[in-house]
């Protein structure tokens, strides 16, 4: 239907060099003109490398480890998506003013272009960074099933599109570099494969972050409702609420896999050569670091 258009497979336009959804970039005057709370808490990551999962641990914590409230709405609804914009229903913006605080909020954007608002307000910032190998994997399938996206082509193809950073929110490299180069006291850099490695520590270490103390049965009960198998099957966390239309998951789930090294199944010796070649010429001079498996 001609309703479906604008949504449905369109190519990406550019916002100030970054390939994003034409509907997004039309939204981008309200986003960049966002304001921020003092106690908003920003949940902030390249696609595919874990932004669910940690908005979720993050609206746990939020509601002291209470199970049924964080059953209360979709992850979408409960954290909002700040740049998030189709032509039905509300954008990112207007659900996050209509949010009361303390807000969690979702982005994508790569830093230089978080809106001003968030530093002038000091706020805090979760970021969460995966393996690229994992992420361009989990990017291809959901790209097969989340349909605001282009068609992604071949996996060969998509492969060379991501290294090149033709996909939507532009370069893997280019954002978490960017990340970490502003890492700062009030920011928490994250790692999807110590998340999975010990999610325990990880919740701790959010835990110091937020200055929050929780009892231990809490947090048990935290990990888990948050475990890969039980968001799987809680349409409050699997996106099974979406809009066929927007979300087919008879093509691939949401959550599909929720392992680490999964590119392994996936990558030819040859395309693995390659992108670890492209890998260290574009980490080079960086102290950042990547666990490829756990
Ligand atoms: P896979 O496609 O590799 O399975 P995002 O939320 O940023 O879009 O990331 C989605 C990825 O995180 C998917 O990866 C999904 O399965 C994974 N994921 C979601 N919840 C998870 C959980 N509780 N534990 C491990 N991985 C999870």
Not at 76 to 105: A, D
Not at 124 to 137: C, G, H, L, Q, T
Not at 191 to 210: A, C
Request: charged letters at 25%.
């Amino acid at each position: 239907a001609m309703e479906q258009k604008d949504v449905i497979r369109q190519e990406l336009g550019s916002l100030h060099g970054i390939p994003l959804f034409k509907s997004f970039i039309e939204g981008w005057p309200q986003v960049k003109a966002f304001q921020a709370r003092p106690d908003d808490l920003l949940i902030s990551t390249y696609p595919k490398s874990g932004t669910t999962w940690l908005s979720e641990i993050m609206d746990m914590i939020y509601h002291d480890g209470d199970v049924e409230k964080c059953r209360r709405d979709a992850i979408y609804n409960r954290v909002p998506f700040l740049e998030m914009k189709v032509s039905k229903g509300p954008s990112g913006v207007e659900q996050l003013e209509n949010t009361p605080s303390p807000r969690l909020v979702k982005t994508h954007l790569p830093v230089q272009l978080l809106p001003t608002s968030f530093w002038e307000k000091d706020c805090k910032i979760i970021y969460m960074a995966r393996n690229p190998k994992d992420v361009v994997i989990s990017y291809y399938y959901f790209h097969h099933m989340a349909k605001i996206h282009p068609d992604p082509g071949t996996k060969a193809e998509f492969l060379e599109n991501f290294m090149a950073g033709k996909v939507a929110y532009g370069s893997w490299y280019d954002h978490v570099r960017g990340w970490w180069e502003k890492k700062q006291e009030k920011m928490l850099y994250l790692f999807y494969e110590d998340m999975k490695k010990d999610p325990r520590r990880e919740v701790q270490k959010i835990l110091h972050f937020l200055g929050k103390e929780l009892a231990e049965g809490t947090v048990e009960r935290i990990l888990h409702h948050t475990s890969f198998q039980e968001m799987k099957k809680n349409p409050a966390a699997n996106y099974e609420t979406m809009l066929p239309t927007m979300m087919d998951h008879s093509v691939s789930p949401f959550l599909r896999k929720g392992i680490s090294g999964d590119w392994k199944n996936h990558f030819t010796v040859a395309q693995n050569e390659r992108f670890n070649q492209h890998y260290q010429e574009h980490m080079a001079g960086s102290d950042l670091h990547f666990q490829m498996e756990v």
